[in-house]
């Protein structure tokens, strides 16, 4: 009998198995995208006066996060954001309970760091560290391009590619898979895969400022 293992049997094999979608490992072009962020914030879910826009620039004033109204479940979320000095702000994601911070994965958005272990900017916070630091000076304008698609969870920072982790992996609550001690109750592979996006306002004893514009989002199937 002739062996069904052909070329083109390994080709569909090869396919099947192959993710559907590859993140990014650079900055997409975003023109055609849609904004997350309408410009009267009809869409935002937000307290009165605590966001605003300014020349095309979304600006905090006070601590309160601004939520979108719609969840999202697989998407690619492209942004630029600059902070000042003691700046503390950060993206969230898929958000299973927008009442309760550690419900949703946050990426660092700061100056540098805060004391909290995995803080510094770009990282996800308590939870993994970017490979190398990519952070512009402050009163600069720096790029994220965050990717989430199942499990899948990959940062591009002014460039370059940082981490691209599989949410699977963190097995255990209050733990990471390299040892370190977390504070999250619920392990990051139980977490929501499809909930609101929010930009935390002005947080950290500074309350310093923090911008973020052309704040653009390709949802995936």
């Not at 605590?50 to 479940?73: C, F, M, Q």
């Not at 970017?130 to 499990?151: H, L, Q, V, Y």
């Not at 930009?199 to 923090?210: D, E, I, N, S, T």
Request: proline share 5%; with cysteine; aromatic share 10%.
């Amino acid at each position: 009998m002739k062996s069904l293992r052909t070329p083109a049997f390994f080709a569909a094999l090869l396919f099947a198995v192959a993710p559907l979608f590859a993140a990014p490992a650079a900055h997409p072009d975003t023109s055609s995208w849609q904004s997350l962020f309408a410009t009267d914030l009809a869409d935002a879910d937000l307290k009165a006066g605590s966001w605003i826009w300014e020349n095309g620039t979304l600006v905090a004033r006070t601590h309160d996060t601004i939520w979108t109204k719609k969840p999202y479940a697989n998407f690619v979320l492209d942004l630029e954001f600059k902070v000042a000095k003691e700046s503390n702000s950060g993206v969230f994601l898929r958000s299973g309970n927008t009442k309760q911070v550690l419900s949703a994965l946050e990426i660092q958005v700061h100056d540098s760091a805060d004391g909290a272990l995995y803080g510094e900017v770009g990282s996800i916070y308590n939870a993994k560290a970017p490979a190398k630091k990519m952070a512009k000076p402050t009163g600069e304008w720096n790029r994220f391009t965050i990717t989430c698609d199942g499990s899948r969870v990959s940062l591009v920072f002014n460039g370059e590619q940082v981490y691209n982790v599989d949410l699977n992996d963190w097995k255990e609550p209050k733990k990471n898979p390299d040892g370190t001690a977390n504070k999250f109750p619920v392990a990051l592979k139980d977490f929501s895969r499809n909930g609101p996006i929010g930009l935390q306002g002005l947080h950290g004893k500074a309350q310093a400022p923090v911008w973020y514009r052309n704040v653009r989002i390709r949802e995936l199937k």
